[in-house]
């Protein structure tokens, strides 16, 4: 095995704007971030260089010349990573989220191996609409990697061959960096994401504004904005949410767009933590690290959220105003069920979520493949 591993190299391509950026990191770069530090096997990232790159990991930044503005991000990008592959021999090639990236790789360097590493629901993806471009991208690649059994099952749709070479790969953290303080947390609820209508910001405001006159000694914090790097409303939608909050605005603090190194202290000192999307979540990066956190979670129950959930948060319909009210007021007057919820969250981020124990399945499936092709095999 040892010199299977020694003769193949793991590169793992970014999509074009994703920022490897400690200030700007999305949750792709997070997680690719969080991988790569626990693998065996130092796959080597490549994404466009940054100021302030992630570290403890094998990054290679491609700096984009001053013209580029004149000229496609992604044809470049596509140009200088063909460039660093082609002088390689036989390796694995990791692409997230990016299918005609993927494709257009491939075909300009085909002695390597391809996995496709899927975030979103496959048919918002260009090059995965359709069941034929879907099932076209499975005969191509030696794997694909998708973070939830819900967006697995939207791939599937309409397929009926090479199911084999789908896996479900749940995300993780490091759950050293998630030191839990139960008896330090505040009489705070958080809300953690962007704020745009499919996360549901709105519907909580309504919910807030019911529920947290009863309870003068609770703060909430909105953490997330629009856009990365914003410190101030710029949308309609945004000013929405704050109108709407302006009855309780003295127990409301709005903290934007921060780093997510940031993010995780405001996580640690919260009690309840606010999931309440209104669309179809692929995965739900924001209940796993509010879970590991220790807080309790009241979430809504779409796209993949209930698996990440397992049976530890609680669900409701944040559509549903008076009963999402009734489910945080519930939740504040009772503080046994409140601890032993935050425990239980903690207990099952820490066995399912934990970044060793991810790391270690997605480095098997690299061994798997290293073996398979090695051989001459075609599928894993």
Same mark, same amino acid.
């Given at each position: 095995?040892?010199?299977?591993?020694?003769?193949?190299?793991?590169?793992?391509?970014?999509?074009?704007?994703?920022?490897?950026?400690?200030?700007?990191?999305?949750?792709?770069?997070?997680?690719?971030?969080?991988?790569?530090?626990?693998?065996?096997?130092?796959?080597?990232?490549?994404?466009?260089?940054?100021?302030?790159?992630?570290?403890?990991?094998?990054?290679?930044?491609?700096?984009?010349?001053?013209?580029?503005?004149?000229?496609?991000?992604?044809?470049?990008?596509?140009?200088?990573?063909?460039?660093?592959?082609?002088?390689?021999?036989?390796?694995?090639?990791?692409?997230?989220?990016?299918?005609?990236?993927?494709?257009?790789?491939?075909?300009?360097?085909?002695?390597?191996?391809?996995?496709?590493?899927?975030?979103?629901?496959?048919?918002?993806?260009? *090059?995965?609409?359709?069941?034929?471009?879907?099932?076209?991208?499975?005969?191509?690649?030696?794997?694909?990697?998708?973070?939830?059994?819900?967006?697995?099952?939207?791939?599937?749709?309409?397929?009926?061959?090479?199911?084999?070479?789908?896996?479900?790969?749940?995300?993780?953290?490091?759950?050293?960096?998630?030191?839990?303080?139960?008896?330090?947390?505040?009489?705070?609820?958080?809300?953690?994401?962007?704020?745009?209508?499919?996360?549901?910001?709105?519907?909580?405001?309504?919910?807030?504004?019911?529920?947290?006159?009863?309870?003068?000694?609770?703060?909430?914090?909105?953490? *997330?904005?629009?856009?990365? *790097?914003?410190?101030?409303?710029?949308?309609?939608?945004?000013?929405?949410?704050?109108?709407?909050?302006?009855?309780?605005?003295?127990?409301?603090?709005?903290?934007?767009?921060?780093?997510?190194?940031?993010?995780?202290?405001?996580?640690?000192?919260?009690?309840?933590?606010?999931?309440?999307?209104?669309?179809?979540?692929?995965?739900?990066?924001?209940?796993?690290?509010?879970?590991?956190?220790?807080?309790?979670?009241?979430?809504?129950?779409?796209?993949?959220?209930?698996?990440?959930?397992?049976?530890?948060?609680?669900?409701?319909?944040?559509?549903?105003?008076?009963?999402?009210?009734?489910?945080?007021?519930?939740?504040?007057?009772?503080?046994?069920?409140?601890?032993?919820?935050?425990?239980?969250?903690?207990?099952?981020?820490?066995?399912?979520?934990?970044?060793?124990?991810?790391?270690?399945?997605?480095?098997?499936?690299?061994?798997?493949?290293?073996?398979?092709?090695?051989?001459?095999?075609?599928?894993?």
């Amino acid at each position: 095995m040892a010199s299977v591993m020694k003769q193949k190299s793991v590169y793992t391509v970014l999509p074009p704007r994703e920022h490897f950026d400690l200030n700007q990191a999305g949750a792709v770069a997070i997680l690719v971030h969080t991988l790569a530090r626990q693998s065996a096997l130092d796959p080597q990232i490549i994404g466009f260089a940054c100021r302030d790159e992630l570290q403890g990991v094998n990054f290679k930044g491609i700096h984009p010349p001053w013209w580029l503005r004149f000229y496609s991000r992604t044809t470049y990008y596509l140009s200088r990573i063909s460039q660093i592959l082609k002088r390689q021999d036989s390796a694995l090639i990791e692409v997230h989220n990016r299918v005609r990236l993927c494709l257009a790789i491939q075909q300009r360097c085909p002695q390597h191996q391809y996995i496709l590493y899927i975030h979103n629901v496959p048919q918002s993806i260009k *090059g995965l609409k359709t069941a034929a471009e879907r099932e076209k991208v499975l005969e191509k690649m030696e794997h694909v990697i998708v973070v939830s059994e819900y967006l697995k099952q939207l791939f599937l749709q309409g397929i009926c061959r090479y199911k084999e070479k789908i896996s479900v790969l749940h995300n993780a953290l490091n759950i050293h960096d998630y030191p839990p303080r139960f008896n330090a947390k505040e009489n705070q609820l958080i809300y953690v994401g962007r704020m745009v209508k499919e996360k549901g910001a709105l519907q909580l405001a309504r919910a807030l504004c019911e529920v947290m006159p009863e309870f003068p000694d609770w703060q909430v914090h909105f953490v *997330g904005a629009r856009r990365f *790097g914003q410190q101030t409303a710029t949308s309609n939608y945004e000013r929405a949410v704050q109108d709407t909050l302006k009855p309780i605005q003295s127990q409301v603090h709005y903290h934007f767009a921060l780093p997510h190194a940031q993010v995780i202290p405001l996580l640690l000192q919260s009690k309840i933590a606010l999931v309440p999307s209104v669309w179809q979540e692929p995965f739900g990066m924001t209940a796993m690290e509010a879970m590991a956190a220790g807080c309790a979670v009241i979430s809504s129950a779409t796209g993949g959220l209930p698996e990440v959930l397992g049976e530890q948060g609680i669900r409701v319909d944040p559509h549903d105003k008076t009963a999402f009210a009734g489910s945080i007021r519930d939740l504040i007057n009772d503080d046994r069920r409140l601890c032993k919820i935050q425990q239980c969250s903690r207990a099952h981020a820490l066995e399912y979520f934990n970044a060793e124990r991810q790391s270690a399945r997605l480095d098997k499936l690299r061994q798997t493949i290293f073996q398979l092709t090695s051989a001459g095999k075609q599928d894993v």
